[in-house]
């Protein structure tokens, strides 16, 4: 059993874990759980949340152009919807932190000598 978030969207269903990185307006990363936090209260995006209990026998976790660090953004279009393609991979998710718990664990550029 696994919890996932469900948003209805203009193209859809998006649905993922709560954790998982999607793209906002303002090109900043947020977990998939605050998904409407993050855009606010916009007359023009049409958002219903409902946070759903599901059996999920075969679970994905896609890691766009792994093997390329420097040259990808790493990510994917899913109904509309950017979302982060960084997979497992522990060498991608530090060098673009883009779930809260990576963000954490970054180290501001400015604090590197």
Not at 88 to 111: C, F, G, H, M, V
Request: hydrophobic share 40%.
């Amino acid at each position: 059993v696994n919890v996932a978030i469900v948003h209805t969207i203009a193209h859809g269903d998006l649905i993922g874990t709560p954790n998982h990185p999607v793209m906002v307006q303002d090109g900043q990363w947020v977990e998939l759980s605050t998904l409407y936090d993050a855009i606010g209260n916009d007359d023009d995006v049409q958002l219903l949340v409902s946070l759903d209990r599901q059996y999920v026998e075969t679970f994905y976790n896609l890691e766009i152009d792994g093997d390329v660090l420097d040259e990808s953004s790493h990510s994917y279009v899913v109904n509309g919807v950017i979302a982060s393609g960084l997979g497992d991979s522990e060498t991608l998710n530090k060098r673009y932190p883009r779930q809260d718990i990576w963000k954490q664990r970054s180290i501001p550029a400015d604090a590197v000598a």
